[in-house]
């Protein structure tokens, strides 16, 4: 298993700057890019450091796996402190599925304009949503910079809690990806 870290000559911590991170990976791929007489193969391996090192939940659990700890397994329980999101989430989701059906059966313009205002009210929902998932996706961050002092302090392996906020934030990233997809097909 390749070290992003290693790769990308950062230490291996579980928060980053990511526009630091962002500057180092520009440098590199200027120098790496196929086109700038770089290997495409180390300029993939590159790419791909750099996707998993800014995002915070796949820079987690690149982390445990290189340290050789568990991740939490994904499961179908959802943690306490997301659990009204998770409600949320779903209720929004089934109504969305059910405009999108009666969009489809809609078949004059007129039917289609009186759907409007559904539409409307969705995406207002959606950003609601994507509001509250934000905020607490910044919530989790705060507690991995609490993390990250905690294993400054240990000089590494500081794993309490670890586990658990890398599943959270892959949740949140699913949920906030489902949010754009949902708000993309409103769009149209």
Not at 9 to 21: E, I
Not at 61 to 70: D, N, P, Q, T
Not at 169 to 181: S, T
Request: charge should be negative.
């Amino acid at each position: 298993m390749p070290d992003y870290f290693a790769l990308l000559g950062v230490d291996r911590r579980p928060w980053m700057d990511v526009a630091a991170l962002r500057e180092r990976f520009q440098q590199g791929a200027a120098r790496l890019h196929p086109d700038a007489g770089g290997d495409a193969g180390r300029f993939a391996e590159w790419n791909e450091a750099w996707r998993v090192l800014s995002a915070p939940a796949l820079r987690l659990r690149h982390l445990m796996e290189l340290e050789g700890v568990a991740a939490a397994s994904m499961g179908s329980g959802v943690p306490a402190g997301l659990a009204d999101g998770f409600l949320q989430m779903a209720g929004l989701s089934r109504e969305h599925a059910g405009y999108l059906e009666r969009r489809g059966a809609a078949t004059g313009a007129m039917a289609r304009a009186l759907l409007a205002e559904e539409a409307a009210g969705l995406r207002a929902r959606w950003a609601a949503l994507g509001g509250v998932l934000e905020r607490a996706a910044a919530a989790a961050g705060e507690r991995l910079r609490g993390i990250d002092a905690r294993w400054a302090e240990a000089g590494g392996g500081g794993w309490d809690g670890l586990s658990a906020l890398q599943r959270e934030l892959a949740l949140l990233d699913r949920w906030e990806e489902q949010v754009r997809g949902a708000r993309l097909e409103l769009s149209f």
